[in-house]
């Protein structure tokens, strides 16, 4: 042990002086004190190694903090097996210790020789009598350690502990304000994402509000939660193009350039450079946009967080220039921004669709009822043009050739045929109307109807037709098809009174999942298109929502029927097709029909027409009509050929008659729609009575479907009205020759 000093020593008192007065004046540093504390021991003792050793309260003697060490790195000697013995003897002391090498016992001098180290000095710091701290000196030689240097230490040892203890209280202070302000700062920034949250949720339940202003406060309640100057929200619509739908004025100043095509791809594209992977739910921290992009808003670093609807990406939230770096925090506010924008554009879309769909069946429903009704006029009105066009014929043979009234007669027979065209406007609006689908080729259908075209719409309409080779095939009523081009050709023509270009177009295309959802009455899968352009006048939204309606028309009165688009439409949806418009006012009108293409088909090949021989014939025949004025048609025109006429205004009447008569009956000739049986029932009730002669059906609906009544076994024919008494005598007579054949 050190021999005690003199109490009154001069260069004890001092030394004593000298650190305390140093300690008070750095009381309220504890990094200052600690490091005087050891730098002062080693500068005066000539120490190699002097560390401070903080103990544990209430802890094991080797339960200890390293707080300064003089002049290697605290770790260096923290956890070395020697120093945790020099520390594990200093806890108990009370007083100044020294090992030196020279002493014979104990473990500290052995471990301190094995250290490289010959002596070794511990001062005790203790509070109320209980270990506080340690000072603890060593040196290579064995006895460098001057008594005064000694005494200075024990004799200020209670005024370093003090003053030490209270830097260390001060500091503990410091850093439990600091706890928390940082506690406080995490609540603001709590409170402030929730509200943030809460203004973005608030407008998930506005079905009001635009999507523009949804994208305002998702915009705003980013900027705020990651204390950014500024940014902009980004929305990829359905058909790929990207909106900027929320900037702040620098960034939309900054993102727009002269040109449209060079935009800032930060804000529309969302692709920084180098490319990124913003695959899953991941961010980008980094550069704004390369160096030729106009982002001139001097940031650092932007923050990007993608929007996603299922698995499809479809925007995403930018911020930049940030008032700090972003961290973690910043990164999973914005994604809970981005998230709840994605539910917004998802409630939003559906929306659309459920609006769009509602559309769609209030206008199918009109559409069906005018059809109904259409139909309904349409098939009377077939049966008088029948008896018209039909007693025209017999009061035409039976004029003279030079007779005056043969011109007459030639204008009623053909007022009649434009009658009968509008009544199959109507029935195919209605879908009533006689289809005959076949595999079509849609390039050889422009093709023939092109001169046609040409004389319709005149020298002053420039004509340029476009035929991909792919386009390909299609099942459908090749009448139909040209019915749906000639109206959309002539809905052209009247929108291009001072002449114009006119361009039809095919081409193959090909509906995705997607297409088909924003459109219901679309599958996915391949479709043949046809284009028709105009440069005329163009129509606004208002028109655009009514052009398919029926007898909706913009010409003036006797100009049009307005059935000519709304026959297309029906005849495009019958072929599950859909038929699409485009334009604008002074932009012109593109409509585009799509079918479903059948591919490797070959197609406009008809039936095989059986000849007909003779028409005249001995058989008899019986004509059941409920419309007296085609009953009569029917009964002199096969009369006139030599067939015995049986002739009944309803099914009931019909069956008396085939129980009555003497003659055998060899065809039966029958409307489809009559008041009780139908024409199929009648045919069904007589095959099971025995009488299973031929049947010719006749309607102005479409051909009657046998799915309902069992016509298997009988020689079945169909003549569509309205039909010239030439043709009704044709159909009897080809089914009866096709009998006796077989």
Request: proline residues 6%; charged residues 20%.
């Amino acid at each position: 042990m050190i021999r005690p000093a003199s109490e009154h020593d001069p260069a004890t008192v001092a030394m004593a002086l000298d650190i305390v007065g140093s300690l008070i004046g750095r009381a309220d540093d504890p990094a200052s004190a600690t490091h005087y504390i050891t730098h002062y021991l080693r500068q005066w003792a000539g120490a190699r190694l002097v560390v401070l050793v903080l103990w544990r309260p209430d802890a094991e003697p080797d339960a200890y903090d390293v707080v300064r060490c003089e002049p290697i790195r605290r770790a260096a000697v923290a956890a070395e097996p020697w120093f945790r013995a020099v520390a594990a003897q200093g806890h108990g002391l009370t007083g100044a210790a020294l090992w030196t090498s020279e002493d014979a016992t104990g473990r500290v001098p052995t471990l301190l020789a094995d250290a490289g180290y010959a002596s070794c000095m511990c001062v005790p710091l203790r509070l109320a009598d209980k270990p506080f701290a340690s000072l603890i000196a060593l040196d290579v030689s064995p006895d460098p350690f001057l008594r005064a240097v000694m005494a200075a230490q024990q004799r200020v040892a209670p005024i370093v502990t003090v003053l030490l203890r209270q830097a260390l209280l001060i500091e503990a202070q410091a850093q439990t304000i600091e706890q928390r302000q940082v506690a406080e700062r995490a609540m603001r920034w709590e409170l402030q994402v929730n509200q943030a949250w809460a203004a973005v949720a608030r407008t998930l339940g506005e079905p009001s509000l635009s999507m523009d202003e949804v994208a305002r406060v998702a915009l705003e309640s980013a900027l705020a939660v990651t204390r950014s100057r500024h940014g902009g929200v980004v929305e990829q619509a359905d058909d790929g193009t990207r909106h900027l739908r929320a900037a702040t004025p620098q960034m939309r100043a900054a993102c727009v350039c002269e040109s449209p095509s060079e935009q800032c791809r930060l804000c529309l594209d969302g692709v920084p450079s180098p490319p990124v992977d913003l695959g899953g739910e991941t961010v980008w921290v980094g550069r704004p946009a390369v160096a030729e992009t106009p982002l001139s808003l001097g940031a650092a670093e932007a923050l990007l967080a993608p929007v996603w609807l299922g698995a499809d990406r479809v925007g995403h939230v930018a911020v930049t220039d940030g008032e700090e770096p972003y961290t973690d925090r910043h990164i999973d506010a914005l994604v809970q921004i981005a998230e709840l924008y994605g539910l917004a554009i998802q409630r939003h879309r559906g929306e659309v669709r459920r609006e769009r769909l509602e559309e769609r069946l209030l206008q199918a429903g009109k559409m069906e009822a005018v059809g109904r009704l259409a139909g309904g006029v349409a098939h009377d009105f077939n049966n008088l043009l029948t008896a018209i066009t039909g007693f025209a014929e017999f009061v035409d043979e039976s004029l003279d050739e030079d007779s005056e009234l043969r011109a007459d007669m030639g204008e009623i027979l053909k007022a009649a045929e434009r009658a009968a065209s509008l009544t199959r406007q109507l029935l195919a609006f209605g879908r009533r109307q006689v289809t005959h689908q076949r595999v079509v080729d849609l390039n050889a259908v422009v093709t023939d109807i092109e001169p046609m075209v040409r004389r319709l719409i005149g020298e002053d309409v420039r004509l340029t037709v476009d035929l991909a080779p792919d386009a390909g095939h299609v099942w459908a009523d090749r009448g139909q098809v040209d019915q749906v081009l000639m109206n959309l050709v002539a809905n052209a023509k009247s929108a291009m009174p001072e002449g114009g270009q006119l361009t039809v177009m095919t081409r193959p295309a090909v509906v995705d999942a997607a297409q088909a959802q924003a459109t219901p009455a679309l599958s996915p899968g391949a479709y043949a298109q046809v284009t028709v352009s105009d440069t005329g006048v163009g129509m606004d939204a208002a028109t655009q929502t009514r052009i398919f309606e029926p007898f909706f028309t913009t010409r003036g009165v006797g100009e049009g029927t307005g059935l000519g688009l709304a026959t297309a439409f029906s005849i495009v949806s019958q072929h599950h097709g859909v038929i699409e418009c485009d334009s604008a006012p002074g932009r012109g009108t593109t409509f585009r029909v799509l079918l479903p293409r059948i591919d490797g088909a070959s197609g406009d090949e008809d039936a095989p027409v059986v000849p007909v021989g003779p028409l005249a014939g001995t058989e008899t025949v019986m004509v059941v009509e409920d419309e007296e004025g085609l009953r009569a048609l029917c009964w002199r025109a096969l009369r006139r050929h030599g067939y015995t006429v049986l002739t009944a205004d309803c099914a009931e009447t019909a069956l008396e008659l085939v129980a009555q008569s003497e003659l055998p009956i060899d065809l039966l000739v029958t409307d489809v729609v009559m008041p009780g049986l139908s024409g199929p029932e009648l045919a069904r009730t007589l095959a099971g009575r025995g009488h299973d002669f031929p049947v010719v059906f006749v309607s102005g609906y479409v051909r009657p479907s046998t799915d309902a009544v069992d016509l298997a076994g009988l020689a079945t024919s169909f003549l569509q009205k309205p039909f010239s008494p030439t043709a009704l005598v044709e159909a009897v007579r080809r089914l009866l020759d096709a009998g006796r054949a077989e």
